[in-house]
């Protein structure tokens, strides 16, 4: 039988994904690759929603495709390529938007948010109809499951609707997907607020670890981490989030137990862990930033993976626009 296939998209909005990014959502990519038809994009028109300026937009964008084959994204193993590198998205996400209820993209909270933060007068339409091309990403790749954290829950919930619609409308056209929790994923938190999330947006750089940082800048902001007062290191995520999210990031990284590393660090201090930590990042981003760097010294090379990337997926993409245009009468 054919294997479920998965799409996924990451923005390019950054010079380095951080930690949170690659434990909470691209390391679950990797092993995807292996029991999935995997998809996966870098979403870069997503990413002119609030603004940007186009030469570090490409820049962000082949960083971005180049660290995610140097975690581990294999293109003969899944498809990678560059969302704006396949017109359909935008094709596709038009007829999806003439289906959409005004009222109905109104409620998606995270335009509520950002919206609310920019100023309504200031966020673009194209950050109001974000999740329509979306639902373009996925349905045009007919996912049977699309890996989703929980504030991503609601765009796949409208997505699912959007499909549901048009085939109750047209026919059916397009595989109604389903959100693919990843069991105990990963949440990672701010290390100067470690009750809120690290976030490239509203966390300060104190409080995030990029993967292309260097490792001793790194290893500073682990000794600067907040804390408890306390001295026992435990797993307690209500009381001692700060100790729950530094053991989170090593048991991830070393592919240990929490319980094994509760044990091993009974009867020692947060600075011994805080230590071994910074040492365990040090290992784990060593050789992602010197394959990172490997990839973006042959530009011709990555150019020629993103190009081959998107030849496969414009084979599927195509494919489906043209039934839906058929199907919509034109
Ligand atoms: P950011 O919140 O830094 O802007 P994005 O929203 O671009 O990051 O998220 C990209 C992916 O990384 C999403 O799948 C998201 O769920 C995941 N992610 C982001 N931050 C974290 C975090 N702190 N812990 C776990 N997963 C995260
Ligand atoms: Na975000």
Known sequence: AARPRVLSGIQP?????????????????????????????????????????????????RIAAAQLL??????ERCTLFVQSQVPEHPQLAWVLSCLTGFGEASRMTQFKDKSTRQGADRASVGLFTYPILQAADILLYQADAVPVGE???????????????????????????????????AKITDLQDPTAKMSKSASSPAGIIDLLEDPARSAKKIRSAVTDTGREIIFDQANKPGIANLLTIYSALADRTVDDLVETYAGKGYGDLKKDLAEVVREFVGPVQERTRTYLDDPAQLDKLLTIGAEKARAVAAATLRTTYDRVGF
């Open 13 to 61: 909005t950054a010079d380095s994904f951080h930690l949170g990014n690659y434990l909470g959502a691209v390391r679950y990519w990797v092993t995807l690759q292996d029991t999935h038809d995997a998809f996966y994009c870098v979403v870069d028109l997503h990413a002119i929603t609030a603004g940007h300026d186009p030469r570090v937009l490409r820049r962000r964008t």
């Open 70 to 75: 140097a975690v581990g994204l294999d293109p």
């Open 151 to 185: 504030d991503q829950r609601q765009h796949l919930e409208l997505t699912r609707d959007l499909a549901q619609r048009f085939n109750g409308l047209f026919g059916r056209t397009f595989t109604v997907p389903a959100p693919h929790i990843v069991k105990d994923t």
